[in-house]
């Protein structure tokens, strides 16, 4: 009973995590400890933004997160279902 709400919160702070700026782009200002977010900041300029690369980034980013999703897919919907139900 308690495998979809572990695997819940093991995606939500997965993302949490891999998705964070705030802390990365201000405590890691070298190049070289770039986080992935941060990284992707790097395609936006003062006046221009490279929207294709940027766009080419952002689907190589999310793709672990899928991964994530689509290996613990079978949890979230025990989960939601086992919930929606009354006993």
Do not use: C
């Not at 939500?12 to 986080?35: A, E, H, R, V, W």
């Not at 300029?45 to 980013?61: C, D, H, K, N």
């Amino acid at each position: 009973m308690i495998k979809p709400a572990i695997a819940t919160f093991i995606i939500l702070q997965s993302i949490g995590i891999y998705n964070d700026f705030f802390y990365p782009f201000i405590y890691m200002p070298s190049n070289s400890l770039k986080t992935v977010a941060t990284a992707l900041y790097a395609f936006s300029g003062f006046r221009i933004t490279e929207w294709t690369l940027m766009s080419a980034a952002v689907v190589v980013v999310l793709l672990p997160t899928i991964l994530l999703y689509v290996f613990l897919q079978k949890y979230i919907i025990a989960g939601v279902t086992e919930g929606s139900v009354k006993g």
